[in-house]
């Protein structure tokens, strides 16, 4: 919009002559029949047609471009700046440019799973916008139930399954295209995969459990294990014979060569469920004495393979098995090393120790 204009106005009556532009605040000026100076926000007003009674030519607005059939070139008048919107900034992990996706079920009474609630929620871990769309149903009679963007490195909750309708989630699916904004990126291939689902589960206490992504037990879905799992089962007999044809070749090769020693960390998952059938009975001093046991049994079993790296799996918890770990080691295991275990592989929830 420029001086000169005729303009209509789109939330009222009427309209004028543009007499003067204020383009740091996207106003203008405009002078009605009776000669009065209205202010008004720009993008309240639309330029229309005039007729130029010297020559008879019609201008017209294209876009903030100005069209003249004329003779006389037209003045340079003071345009109102268009905003540019800035591109955000997204931080990236190292291991984030491989996918981790996940659903994860929270229950709203984890003590009341025969009729409790669920909230279910998608996990973004990696470096990627992820579009989704999660369905009920089977491939010819489905529902879509949510559906969005979600950003890297994120999480989002889609909606509450109602224990009610948890009957509707046997056939779940879920689609994904993953891509970065603005940046170059490897592509990766669309997920388009059933998920399984064992509404069993819901009603025990056990598949629900510590993770590292929120406070609450949950019970989480792998999405690219799901997806790789579909992979496998289409693959035919025929190939998997091939396969393993091949893998005896490649074995009997290996076997000549000098064999390298395993350098992989031995794990011990620490959580109780795991190392015991039963815990009727005990009480939580108990089940402590118990798992710090365990790693003292573990590292003095083990104290002979010195550079022996073992991963003890205590989760995230309220941290009391993790610093009773800590003072452990301090006591009696002083010249071992300790560190934080792989943050992509155990999140917050392990400790690697080194046998010296």
């Known amino acids: 919009m420029k001086t000169g204009d005729t303009v209509r106005f789109l939330n009222d009556v009427g309209g004028g002559v543009i007499t003067r532009v204020d383009a740091k605040n996207q106003i203008v000026y405009v002078a009605d029949n009776d000669g009065f100076e209205i202010p008004v926000l720009a993008n309240h007003c639309v330029v229309v047609a005039e007729v130029n009674p010297d020559t008879n030519i019609i201008k017209k607005d294209f876009g903030g471009k100005t069209s003249v059939n004329s003779v006389e070139n037209p003045k340079l008048e003071e345009k109102i700046p268009i905003e540019k919107k800035a591109v955000e900034t997204i931080l990236e992990t190292p291991e984030g440019d491989n996918l981790a996706v996940f659903l994860a079920f929270i229950p709203h009474n984890i003590k009341q799973l025969q009729t409790t609630d669920c909230d279910c929620i998608l996990v973004n871990d990696s470096n990627y916008y992820l579009f989704y769309n999660l369905v009920l149903g089977d491939v010819q009679h489905c529902k879509s139930v949510a559906s969005g963007i979600i950003e890297p490195n994120t999480f989002e909750e889609l909606l509450t399954v109602a224990k009610t309708e948890l009957n509707d989630w046997e056939k779940t699916r879920i689609q994904i295209v993953a891509y970065k904004n603005a940046k170059k990126y490897v592509c990766q291939k669309a997920i388009d995969t059933p998920v399984s689902l ?158 010296r």
């Open 198 to 355: 064992d509404l069993t589960k819901f009603y025990k206490l056990h598949c629900f459990i510590e993770n590292d992504y929120f406070d609450q037990a949950a019970m989480l879905i792998d999405v690219m294990a799901e997806s790789q799992k579909r992979v496998l089962k289409n693959i035919s007999p025929n190939a998997i014979k091939e396969a393993i044809a091949s893998k005896q070749i490649v074995d009997e090769k290996v076997i000549s060569k000098t064999s390298k020693p395993d350098n992989s960390p031995l794990e011990i998952d620490l959580h109780i469920n795991q190392l015991l059938d039963n815990t009727a009975g005990m009480t939580n001093a108990e089940m402590l004495v118990y798992q710090l046991d365990t790693v003292k049994n573990t590292l003095n079993n083990n104290r002979n393979f010195k550079g022996k790296k073992i991963v003890f799996i205590h989760g995230k918890g309220d941290g009391v098995l993790r610093n009773e770990i800590e003072k452990l080691l301090k006591l009696q295991y002083r010249n071992y090393g300790v560190q934080d275990a792989s943050f992509r592989q155990y999140g917050f929830g392990a400790t690697m120790v080194t046998v």
